[in-house]
Nanobody, 115 residues
Framework: QLQLVESGGGLVQPGGSLRLSCAASGRVFSSYSMGWYRQAPGKERDMVATISSTGRTNYGDAVKGRFTISRDNAKSTLYLQMNSLKPEDTAVYYC?????????WGQGTQVTVSS
C-alpha cells in the first residue's frame, strides 16, 4: 500500500508564501512520478505541478513563475513551494503519485489565501 500524507497548509495573506510537503511510504519513492493537484469548492480538481522520477517538472498555467515543485528522494518527500499567493489559490491541495499508470492520492491539505 502506498500512503501519501500532505502537510504545510494553512491561512496566508495574499502575496505570502507556504511550503507544502508530502511524505510517501510503502513504495520506492524514487521510482514514480508525483504531483500536486488542487480543488476548490464547486470546482474540478486541477493539476498544479508534476515531477517525474528523473526530476522533470511541469506546471499549470495558473501557477507558473510562482510555484516550484521538488522532491527529495532520500527523504521520500515531495514539496511545493508557493510564493506570491493569490486568493484564487485557495483550495485543498492533494499529493499524487503515479505508479504503473495508477493514481494514488493523499488526504489533502487546506490552503486559504485571504486578508
Amino acid at each position: 500500500q502506498l500512503q501519501l500524507v500532505e502537510s504545510g497548509g494553512g491561512l496566508v495573506q495574499p502575496g505570502g508564501s507556504l511550503r507544502l510537503s508530502c511524505a510517501a511510504s510503502g513504495r520506492v519513492f524514487s521510482s514514480y512520478s508525483m504531483g500536486w493537484y488542487r480543488q476548490a469548492p464547486g470546482k474540478e480538481r486541477d493539476m498544479v505541478a508534476t515531477i517525474s522520477s528523473t526530476g522533470r517538472t511541469n506546471y499549470g498555467d495558473a501557477v507558473k513563475g510562482r510555484f516550484t515543485i521538488s522532491r527529495d528522494n532520500a527523504k521520500s518527500t515531495l514539496y511545493l513551494q508557493m510564493n506570491s499567493l493569490k486568493p484564487e489559490d485557495t483550495a485543498v491541495y492533494y499529493c499524487n503519485a503515479i505508479v504503473m499508470s495508477y493514481n494514488y492520492w493523499g488526504q489533502g491539505t487546506q490552503v486559504t489565501v485571504s486578508s
